[in-house]
């Protein structure tokens, strides 16, 4: 008489199986922290670059890209815009041919210190370079040609010129971009990158953030940063921009 055996995976072979599929898990995720690791690293590089660039411009022409007042006198009237000289690169939400803000990396192409093409027109942002984590890069100062804050800014980027990172480059005012999709990074990964390249705090040093989940730019300091303290929020959920305060002002 035969008896039919059913035949198993043994208590070894099971944990060998189990092993495996958690060397897996473990190498994709640590894949993932890699790729994340990296793209973040790719935004301060950006930036870095932007910042060298910047200080290239001012030692050469002795003004700041898109308030240079003799633009046009250097690479002619077409597509280019003359700023006001005034030491601040301003937000004209009301023009849409002579707002410094897009003119400051047109300046910089011109002068042959970035690549990328860039457009004075404020629409859809046509003046923003891209950045990783599905952002844009603008130049402005925290202050509008009236001297009042835009808001949404932390106190100590009060007045400085300053390199700024969102999803939309809401910076303008512009009738095409309010603002309201501006949070690209999150409050965990803000932390990261200010940690490493800064000094972990988001109302103080170099790397900070402008909180802006409308589009007239209010402060909402629970989806970022604690405005008072600088603790970023324990989130993985997009809720920060970046605001890096440039080495001159």
Known sequence: ????????????????????????????????????????????????????????????YDSYPGDFKDAQSYWGTTGVANGDGDGKIEIDGTSTTNDEVSNALLHLQKSELIDGTFDITIANA??????????????????????????????????????????????????????STNAFISPRDMYSLDNKFDDGNGVSGKISFRDETSASGNVTPSTCSDLATGVYVASENDGCNLAYKMRIR
């Open 1 to 60: 008489m035969s008896k039919n055996k059913k035949s198993g995976f043994s208590l070894v072979e099971l944990s060998i199986v189990i092993i495996i599929i958690g060397l897996l898990f473990v190498g994709v995720s640590g894949g993932s922290k890699l790729i994340k690791s990296a793209k973040l690293n790719k935004i301060m590089r950006d930036i870095s670059a932007v910042d060298t660039s910047f200080l290239a411009f001012f030692q050469a």
């Open 126 to 179: 046509n003046y923003a370079s891209k950045s990783e984590l599905n952002s844009n890069l603008v130049i402005l100062n925290q202050s509008n040609s009236a001297g009042t804050s835009l808001g949404g800014f932390a106190p100590n980027l009060s007045g400085k010129n300053v390199i700024f990172l969102a999803r939309t480059v809401s910076a303008a005012r512009s009738a095409t971009d309010t603002g």
